[in-house]
């Protein structure tokens, strides 16, 4: 049976230090109630001493969510400790987390202080708060940079107060993985009562370690981690709590779980980034939009083989509907191949080399290849592959003239041209090819639509054409919105079955 490993999320704390990315108390809520639902154990809602804000947002979150522990932060300074317990005062669980710098670096130049003084002030700080509450952390801020020993008498002193957890910060995210794992190796060696409360990680990123050193932690005794959604947090951002999650569950001989609900993670992400106005980079492991997608040629051959060949997580098991293969100039035929025949079309051998040439120059052209761009590319073939009805040439003049299209279209072995005015260019091309069949047709919906971005976008165009009591729906996909509206129209004539007008000599 796996170890319990306590996650203390402080997305709505530590995350929230962020600048720009702060929310209001409705806002909190909602990631709150998200934050019950994905499973975390301990819930730190804010700095309640800091502003009329926080206090009202860890009130108001102490009312909204009953499974979590509810978790405030103070210093060491009894006024802090007052203001927590009262904006803790709904909660059904609560945690009061205080703390003070013990590297020499806080003692002796931030707080003015002596080692013995810091002790004295955290056990006096640990023993305030437990009139208030029973479960009580303490945060030894820098202990990352402290040194083990005078580490170990902090933490020792503190328990014996009665704190419930001990957090050990590597608050500048100066400490390497060994390095951060031999720390918490020593407290649980050398600290006397250690078993009496539980060793917390609080990592930060700075040198893009936190996770590392988190689960270093971990490996060595701690069953805390404090951690973020998506990692963020002060300066370069915390732990990101869905990589200790997922490293955990890929790697389940280590023995140790939480409880989260990981199919809700990405969901999770995408609440807080979109509240937040934080975006996710594409490469974010887990989450970001690229954490599942394959790009090159011989990955995509192989994932498409064994999906393990080049994923070590089902991407479901995150909340992720499924794996994407990117087409990009790199890819190979099978990898274009699957992609058209998940969107329905099964080519022969010669229509896919032909497609694969075409697919090639685009993708050079365009950073991002889509399924609208597929259906581009598949058109001239798929579509009329069926049909004697082709598009051969079409010429359009606009500006300030009457706008007049050219047509040139194919029927079987027999090509016809015609001209035609209308009032924009599509209407002067759906008149010009009018006038050659020998059907009365009129298009009951025109519907244009921008699949991509910028100025190369393709154009869609979904049209219903009618012919007596029968109605089709012709489509087509072109950069040039113009001819995509004619081959569009062009479709759904050859699902009527139109023929050639026969001309009068």
């Known amino acids: 049976m796996s170890d319990k490993l306590y996650i203390f999320d402080t997305t709505l704390r530590d995350g929230e230090q962020v600048p720009g990315c ?46 979590p522990t509810i978790c405030a932060l103070t210093r060491a300074v009894e006024k802090d400790i007052d203001v927590a317990a009262d904006a803790l005062s709904f909660a059904k669980r609560k945690r009061i987390h205080t703390g003070i710098g013990v590297s020499p670096f806080h003692i002796y130049d931030k707080l003015k202080s002596n080692p013995d003084e810091i002790i004295a002030r955290a056990v006096a700080a640990v023993k305030y708060a437990k009139r208030y509450v029973e479960d009580v952390e303490f945060y030894a801020e820098d202990a990352g940079r402290a040194d083990h020993e005078y580490l170990a008498r902090v933490v020792e002193a503190v328990i014996k107060a009665g704190a419930t957890v001990v957090n050990i910060p590597d608050t500048t995210g100066y400490c390497l993985p060994h390095q951060y794992g031999a720390k918490i190796k020593y407290l649980m060696e050398n600290v ?8 917390s990680t609080h990592c930060h990123n700075d040198l893009g370690m936190a996770t590392a050193n988190t689960l270093a932690g971990v490996l060595n005794g701690a069953r805390q981690v404090e951690v973020t959604i998506n990692g963020i947090g002060e300066r370069a951002g915390n732990t990101s709590l869905e990589e200790v999650v997922m490293t955990l569950r890929c790697h389940k001989n280590l023995g140790v779980d939480t409880d989260i609900k990981s199919n809700l993670i990405t969901k999770a992400s995408h609440l807080v980034s979109s509240l937040m106005n934080m975006p996710v980079q594409s490469n974010k492991a887990i989450v970001g939009r690229n954490a599942f997608a394959h790009s090159s040629g011989i990955h995509q051959d192989g994932f ?40 329905g079309y099964r080519l022969e051998q010669s229509e896919l080399d032909e497609i694969y040439t075409r697919f090639l120059d685009l993708a050079d052209s365009k950073k991002d ?11 001239d073939v798929a579509n009329v592959k069926e049909s004697n009805i082709k598009l051969k040439h079409l010429q359009v003049m606009t500006g300030m003239l009457v706008p007049s299209a050219t047509i040139g279209m194919s029927f079987g072995e027999s ?11 599509i209407d002067a091309a759906v008149n010009a090819i009018k006038s050659l069949i020998n059907e009365d047709v009129w298009i009951s919906e ?17 049209i219903q054409v009618r012919c007596g009591d029968k109605v089709v729906h012709g489509f087509a996909a072109h950069t040039d919105t113009v ?12 699902k009527l079955g139109v023929t050639e007008k026969i001309e009068v000599k």
């Open 22 to 67: 702060q929310l209001n108390t409705v806002e909190k809520m909602e990631v709150a109630r998200m934050l019950e639902g994905l499973g975390v154990d301990v819930i730190e809602a804010g700095f309640p001493i800091s502003s009329p804000g926080d206090f009202a947002s860890v009130q108001a979150i102490s009312k909204a969510v009953s499974l």
């Open 304 to 343: 498409l083989k064994n999906r393990e060949n080049y994923e070590i997580i089902n991407p479901t098991d995150v909340g992720v509907n499924e794996s994407v293969i990117a087409l990009t100039a790199r890819s190979g035929r099978a990898a274009l191949n699957h992609r058209l025949e998940l969107i």
């Open 369 to 379: 290849i889509r399924d609208e761009d597929l259906l581009f590319l598949v058109g």
């Open 415 to 425: 090509e016809r041209l015609a001209t035609s005015t209308g009032n924009g260019p």
């Open 192 to 199: 006397k009562g250690v078993h009496n409360a539980i060793l």
């Open 446 to 462: 025109f519907i244009l639509q921008s699949m991509t971005k910028g100025s190369d976008d393709i154009g869609r165009v979904h």
């Open 483 to 494: 001819r995509a509206g004619a081959e569009a129209f062009m479709d759904g004539l050859r």
